[in-house]
């Protein structure tokens, strides 16, 4: 005898208050629910920098045209940012993209007679890459720069600043702790303009941002 596995998904529509970025958040909050045959296994996102990879498996699926990747910023309103055709037997799927802010995402499963079921929904933040620094305020308004920066490890850190014409303006080596540091530079020395940002790593390798000061 043959038999056939038909999964009731719950729809999610309604993000977590208290979303807890970098992990996976799922919401205990629902309001309708559709039948779509197929059996979602695995779903995870991670994120390398701004680069993210979501991944998932099904565990059964029949008549399933396509799965939609949705993403939302946190406003409660989700958009499609692609699309993959599904197999309609157990699988494994992938889907890259790209983020620069904290962000949700869901699949939404269609089969071949329009219904649609979602997935549970996962919250993910921009990755952190040793080396990569940013301003907490720029731009600079009251004469400090506040500079954030990422170490694998203890190490020391070389900061270098310059105008638009190249010229040095200010240069100075920071010991950084493993993990995240707050750096702050006095530019109240310094007139009103843009200028670069320099910062040289243990292995030397170079990031460089814009700073712009205001007064």
């Known amino acids: 005898m043959n038999y056939r596995v038909w999964l009731l998904f719950c729809v999610l529509c309604v993000l977590p208050a208290a979303a807890n970025f970098g992990s996976v958040a799922l919401s205990n909050n629902y309001t309708s629910c559709r039948l779509v045959p197929v059996r979602l296994g695995i779903f995870t996102v991670s994120a390398t920098g701004t680069d993210v990879l979501l991944k998932w498996t099904t565990e059964y699926e029949e008549n399933v045209n396509k799965i939609v990747i949705e993403k939302s910023n946190g406003t409660g309103s989700f958009e499609p940012v692609g699309e993959v055709m599904a197999l309609n037997n157990a699988s494994s799927y992938s889907f890259s993209t790209r983020i620069d802010e904290p962000s949700f995402f869901r699949l939404?499963?269609?089969?071949?007679?329009?219904?649609?079921?979602?997935?549970?929904?996962?919250?993910?933040?921009?990755?952190?890459?040793?080396?990569?620094?940013?301003?907490?305020?720029?731009?600079?308004?009251?004469?400090?720069?506040?500079?954030?920066?990422?170490?694998?490890?203890?190490?020391?850190?070389?900061?270098?600043?310059?105008?638009?014409?190249?010229?040095?303006?200010?240069?100075?080596?920071?010991?950084?702790?493993?993990?995240?540091?707050?750096?702050k530079l006095s530019v109240n020395e310094l007139i009103p303009g843009t200028y670069t940002l320099q910062y040289h790593d243990s292995k030397m390798e170079m990031h460089a941002i814009k700073l712009i000061k205001l007064n």
């Open 108 to 183: 939404r499963i269609v089969d071949i007679d329009g219904r649609s079921a979602y997935s549970k929904i996962l919250s993910i933040r921009p990755g952190i890459n040793p080396g990569d620094f940013s301003l907490l305020a720029n731009p600079v308004t009251d004469g400090t720069a506040r500079i954030t920066t990422f170490a694998s490890s203890e190490t020391n850190g070389e900061f270098i600043l310059h105008d638009i014409t190249g010229r040095l303006m200010k240069k100075f080596t920071a010991h950084l702790s493993k993990g995240t540091n707050f750096i």
